[in-house]
Structures are given as structure tokens and as C-alpha cells.
């Protein structure tokens, strides 16, 4: 990698590596780890980035402690590491769920059943179990639900959106790091 020399081209760097780790499965940065203000943390699946607005969308079961503590203290973080372009990309915001609307639903839209059976469970996440257990009902272990089935996934299903507020930027490299910190709009170099 070429190490950027400008704040835009930080910015552009950013985008673009959000923007490919959440159309493709295979990226590193496709899996982040997302905390949340009581500093619990978790891998979850980015599945879109909005440069434009700097927005994050994930997708999560309604029903997840996670959710609750999102509404009650909406500060968030999530780190982003490429290991083989030696990139971390650290950011702040604010979480917002949607359960419904056009967000939530372009999102269920947009799944495949294979994706929507996990909001078929039966229990909460994080509920007690009495056995290791799946979460998934036993017809749908290893089989993708048709479209009636997965109709009544839809009520546990939910968008989680992180309005980034701060993006911190860090490019590892024999030759000397690089950091860019942007708040905002407002982008300045920092020492690594």
C-alpha cells in the first residue's frame, strides 16, 4: 500500500476500505469489533458503509441485550484492522436502532432466508440454556427456511446505524506510521 499523503486522500482510503469490507465477506475489515458505553464488545457483520454521511449499518436481533443498552446510552465504537495492509481504522458515534421503516425493511428485503432463519429463535440472545444450543429451530439447523417460514423473523429483526462522530485513522509501516484523526469534517495528522 501507498501510503496516503493528504488528508483526503486518508479520507478517500477510509471510505473505500469501508465501503469494500461490506460487500465483501472475504475483506479482513468485514467483521469489526463494535463496543458499546458499557464497554461491552462483540464481532459483528458490517453491512454498509455510507461515506456520504458516515453512517455504519449492522443488523441485530431486536430481542439482544444490546439493543436495550444502545437506547438507553447511544455512544459506540468500533475498530476496523487490516492485517495485511497493516490499517486500523478506529471510530466513535452514536447508535440508533430501527425495527421498522424503510431502513428495516429494504434491510430484511434485502437478506436471504439463510440469514433471516437466525431471527427465527426461539430465545432472546443471551438467554440462559439449560444445553449448548444453536438458537435455531431443529428444521432449520442445517436447511434454509422458505418465505412463509421466514416471515415470523421479521418481529425480532432490527438495523443498528452508528453515525460515526470521530474516525482515527492509523497506517502501520517499517518506513514510519502514519495517523490522521477526523472529527467531523475537520481532519488533522497526529503523531502515531
Given at each position: 500500500?501507498?501510503?496516503p499523503?493528504?488528508?483526503?486522500?486518508?479520507?478517500?482510503?477510509?471510505?473505500?476500505?469501508?465501503?469494500?469490507?461490506?460487500?465483501?465477506?472475504?475483506n479482513?475489515m468485514?467483521?469489526?469489533?463494535?463496543g458499546?458505553?458499557?464497554?461491552?464488545?462483540r464481532?459483528?457483520?458490517?453491512?454498509?458503509?455510507?461515506?456520504?454521511?458516515?453512517?455504519?449499518?449492522?443488523?441485530?436481533?431486536?430481542?439482544?441485550?444490546?439493543?436495550?443498552t444502545?437506547e438507553?446510552d447511544?455512544?459506540?465504537?468500533?475498530l476496523?484492522?487490516d492485517?495485511?495492509a497493516?490499517?486500523?481504522?478506529?471510530?466513535?458515534?452514536?447508535?440508533?436502532?430501527?425495527?421498522?421503516?424503510?431502513?428495516?425493511?429494504a434491510?430484511?428485503?434485502?437478506?436471504?432466508?439463510?440469514?433471516?432463519?437466525?431471527?427465527?429463535a426461539?430465545q432472546a440472545?443471551s438467554?440462559?440454556?439449560?444445553?449448548?444450543?444453536?438458537?435455531?429451530p431443529?428444521?432449520?439447523?442445517?436447511?434454509?427456511?422458505?418465505?412463509?417460514?421466514?416471515?415470523?423473523?421479521?418481529?425480532?429483526?432490527?438495523?443498528?446505524?452508528?453515525?460515526?462522530?470521530?474516525?482515527?485513522?492509523?497506517?502501520l509501516?517499517?518506513?514510519?506510521h502514519r495517523?490522521a484523526?477526523f472529527?467531523?469534517?475537520?481532519g488533522?495528522?497526529v503523531?502515531?
Amino acid at each position: 500500500m501507498d501510503t496516503p499523503q493528504t488528508l483526503d486522500d486518508v479520507r478517500a482510503d477510509i471510505a473505500r476500505r469501508l465501503v469494500d469490507a461490506a460487500s465483501d465477506r472475504s475483506n479482513s475489515m468485514h467483521v469489526p469489533v463494535v463496543g458499546t458505553a458499557d464497554g461491552d464488545m462483540r464481532i459483528m457483520v458490517l453491512r454498509d458503509y455510507d461515506p456520504e454521511t458516515r453512517t455504519l449499518r449492522f443488523h441485530t436481533d431486536a430481542r439482544s441485550p444490546k439493543v436495550a443498552t444502545i437506547e438507553a446510552d447511544p455512544a459506540m465504537g468500533v475498530l476496523f484492522y487490516d492485517k495485511a495492509a497493516k490499517v486500523q481504522i478506529r471510530c466513535r458515534g452514536r447508535g440508533r436502532i430501527e425495527r421498522t421503516g424503510a431502513i428495516a425493511d429494504a434491510a430484511w428485503a434485502a437478506g436471504t432466508n439463510f440469514a433471516k432463519r437466525c431471527y427465527l429463535a426461539p430465545q432472546a440472545p443471551s438467554s440462559a440454556s439449560e444445553e449448548p444450543t444453536s438458537n435455531l429451530p431443529s428444521e432449520y439447523e442445517n436447511a434454509e427456511p422458505d418465505d412463509a417460514a421466514v416471515k415470523a423473523g421479521r418481529e425480532n429483526f432490527s438495523v443498528l446505524l452508528i453515525e460515526l462522530e470521530r474516525i482515527d485513522w492509523l497506517h502501520l509501516a517499517h518506513s514510519g506510521h502514519r495517523r490522521a484523526v477526523f472529527d467531523g469534517d475537520a481532519g488533522h495528522w497526529v503523531a502515531p
